[in-house]
């Protein structure tokens, strides 16, 4: 069964930047669109970016124009480039499947802290 892990989180200050990475173990579908999530203390899990096989992102307008999502189906790796960072991005982020196109357990995610 395909694990992921996260890794990549850390401290930042406000206006600054992180990159995120995702490993599987196996292979990901290219039917698959992954995305990636975020949960917030006391706030439920949202979607915040996901991306296609060929390369198709899509973004929640929370973070349009600030995070880039891509992918690497050889190495089976998706990463979130996350710049101009805000408080409010601070949450516990995730990877996984996205739209009910593949499913994989949850990862232990990577935490992100903006804070000054």
């Known amino acids: 069964q395909v694990q992921l892990v996260e890794s990549g989180g850390g401290l930042v200050q406000p206006g600054g930047s992180l990159r995120l990475s995702c490993a599987a173990s196996g292979s990901i579908s290219r039917l698959c669109i992954m995305g990636w999530y975020r949960q917030a203390p006391g706030k439920q899990r949202e979607l915040v970016a996901t991306i296609t096989s060929g390369g198709t992102p899509n973004y929640a307008d929370s973070v349009k124009g600030r995070f880039t999502i891509s992918r690497d189906n050889a190495k089976n790796t998706v990463a979130l480039q996350m710049n101009s960072l805000k408080p409010e991005d601070t949450a516990v982020y995730y990877c996984?499947?996205?739209?009910?196109?593949?499913?994989?357990?949850w990862g232990q995610g990577t935490q992100v802290t903006v804070s000054s």
């Open positions: 996984n499947g996205a739209y009910s196109t593949c499913g994989y357990p």
